[in-house]
């Protein structure tokens, strides 16, 4: 077990890599809580893989649907037994990952029993799949009722061609009705695999204690293959620049979303990613007065929301609002976009919030465990110097970053009534 420091922050992690390949972070804190989180590195991005020596194609929405099956098993029920031994136990699923969670402050190592056995014992068959479907159906229609959700939803499906990034995370309705039992376990046996899952467990724990225990507990457990995922050639281009969706609402929403090509790039993920952050902040933050600017335009009748995620070689930035004209509203949006006059002043604000959000929110187990998860997920490992890189971000990078992006593939997305 090897022990390293989160620089900075005064906390200490605990790495081990068990026999099976499930790599394992234990981050010591003595508060009176134990956070402990799987994490199964599937999630609605992938819907070809190679199982049994042939590639397959499932249905999107399966990483979701899969998720809500890994709660029932014949004859028990997982939330009764995190609730009888004082845990709160939960789960959700994400573009990238399918999350197991959950957070106690006694009866940790029955917790942690409970947490293995949801993932490590499928229990699938037609009769509860079909039920799961009706319910399902049911997240779905108060997702296509929200008109906020569509217009965000059509304009990231507007955007890709291949990526399976480009459908909702929940499926869809037609799809959802696709997945059988068949379906559900090739996914499990391919995905749910220890060489393919990592834990974090955070809080008053002994990290000896914690590695013998999940020796014992995976000692007739064996290292399988990493899975095969499909790889796709997409295109820098956008699918369909505008669609209009007809709902029963009284104002129109806009998301207009930006393909941002990153596949020329040379620098670190952690790194690239900051600097897309600092061109966000400080050009749509009360940091430019942007704020002020959309308060003032009675053609934007809501905040306007931006969002920001990577996805292959691409950045995927959306903005959305409620609108009178979007004409309006896009004209606001790329004339923030043409002029990114970030100052050193600017900068050491957002560096020093950044910095403080770290030492804040790692006072707080639960906190913590979002931090260490969010980092393995998105660059494979621990940022342990996550500090100092963010000290290190300087404005001529900046300035350098920003010139070489391309904004001009785009999709916009309107819900108005009709």
């Known amino acids: ?161 291949y990526l399976p990034y480009k459908y909702p995370i929940i499926g869809t309705e037609e799809s959802i009705k696709q997945i059988t039992k068949d379906d559900l376990y090739s996914v499990y046996n391919t995905f749910y695999v220890p060489v393919n899952m990592h834990l974090i467990i955070t809080g008053n724990v002994n990290p000896q204690e914690v590695i013998k225990f999940l020796n014992d507990y995976y000692k007739n457990s064996f290292k399988k293959a990493m899975p095969v995922i499909k790889k796709y050639n997409e295109p820098k281009e956008v699918v369909l620049e505008k669609e209009i969706i007809s709902q029963n609402i009284n104002n129109k929403m806009c998301c207009l979303n930006y393909k941002i090509d990153l596949s020329n790039f040379n620098l670190s993920p952690f790194i690239l990613q900051r600097y897309l952050n600092v061109l966000l902040l400080n050009n749509f933050s009360s940091l430019s007065g942007f704020t002020d600017l959309i308060f003032q335009n009675k053609n934007i009748l809501s905040p306007v929301y931006w969002f920001m995620d990577i996805e292959s070689d691409f950045a995927n930035i959306s903005f959305s609002a409620e609108v009178n004209d979007e004409n309006v509203f896009l004209d606001i949006i790329e004339k923030q976009l043409q002029n990114f006059d970030i100052t050193e002043k600017k900068l050491e604000l957002i560096k020093k919030n950044w910095i403080s959000q770290y030492l804040i929110n790692t006072e707080k187990v639960v906190l913590t465990s979002e931090i260490i998860n969010e980092q393995i997920i998105k660059y494979g490992n621990i940022v342990y110097d996550s500090i100092d890189k963010i000290k290190s971000l300087n404005k001529d990078l900046a300035l350098e970053v920003y010139k070489n992006l391309d904004f001009s593939n785009k999709s916009l997305a309107i819900v108005q009534k009709g």
């Open 1 to 161: 077990m090897e022990k390293k420091e989160f620089k900075g922050l005064n906390l200490n992690i605990y790495e081990e890599t068990l026999a099976n390949g499930l790599r394992v972070f234990i981050c010591p804190m003595k508060r009176h809580k134990i956070d402990a989180r799987m994490t199964v590195h599937f999630g609605a991005d992938v819907l070809e893989f190679m199982y049994q020596g042939k590639m397959k194609k499932v249905s999107p929405g399966i990483a979701h649907f899969l998720e809500h099956k890994m709660f029932e098993k014949e004859n028990l029920n997982i939330s009764e037994l995190y609730e009888k031994n004082g845990a709160l136990g939960n789960a959700y699923t994400d573009d990238h990952v399918t999350v197991y969670y959950f957070e106690s402050p006694d009866n940790f190592y029955e917790n942690l029993k409970t947490l293995l056995k949801c993932v490590h014992e499928p229990y699938f068959t037609s009769e509860n799949i079909t039920k799961e479907i009706g319910i399902i159906e049911q997240e779905l229609k108060a997702t296509l009722s929200d008109a906020d959700t569509l217009a965000y939803n059509k304009a990231k499906y507007n955007s890709y061609k």
